[in-house]
């Protein structure tokens, strides 16, 4: 009897190699996330300080002109931010996507791991049997010989 092989080695192989590729699409998809995220931090940063500077400058009288200004950077600003916030959602849908692609291949190797496991006690409990016979049968024998 020669050494135990699982029958689904292979497919399981292929199924590791899957479960990674996926994870890796998800840990992209979450870096990812975390730039818009930084992204969207630095423009809420930046409206405050904008709106700060708007509002030092009306304690002095401002110009209608710089008024103007002021008010377009910010919108300005609030555009890039909407769309950024767009941008998050859009992320967010895919990152959930993703971790469900994830979360089925890892089950898809949980239960060829767990078959695998199996096979391999069933392998040992017949060549336990066997090895069992074979000592019977060689005390039987000795016994008959003896």
């Known amino acids: ?4 092989s699982f029958s689904l080695q292979k497919i399981l192989e292929y199924r590791r190699q899957l479960l990674g590729i996926e ?8 870096q990812e996330l975390l730039k818009l995220e930084g992204k969207k931090e630095q423009l809420l940063e930046s409206i405050k300080v904008a709106n700060s ?11 209608v002109m710089k008024f103007k200004l002021h008010k377009d950077y910010i919108h300005s600003i ?5 769309a950024v ?5 859009k992320v ?16 898809d190797v949980r239960i060829l791991e767990k078959l695998r496991e199996k096979n ?11 090895e069992e016979r074979m000592i019977e049968e060689f005390v039987n024998n000795l016994s008959v010989g003896g």
């Open 78 to 82: 609030m555009r890039n931010l909407d």
């Open 23 to 30: 994870q890796s699409r998800l840990a992209k998809i979450n």
């Open 1 to 4: 009897m020669g050494g135990f």
């Open 120 to 130: 391999f006690l069933e392998y040992n409990k017949a060549l336990a049997k066997r």
């Open 92 to 107: 967010k849908i895919r990152r959930d996507r993703q971790l469900k692609v994830v979360v089925r291949a890892n089950k």
């Open 53 to 63: 500077v708007f509002e030092e400058e009306s304690k002095r009288g401002i110009e």
């Open 85 to 89: 916030e767009v941008e998050i959602s």
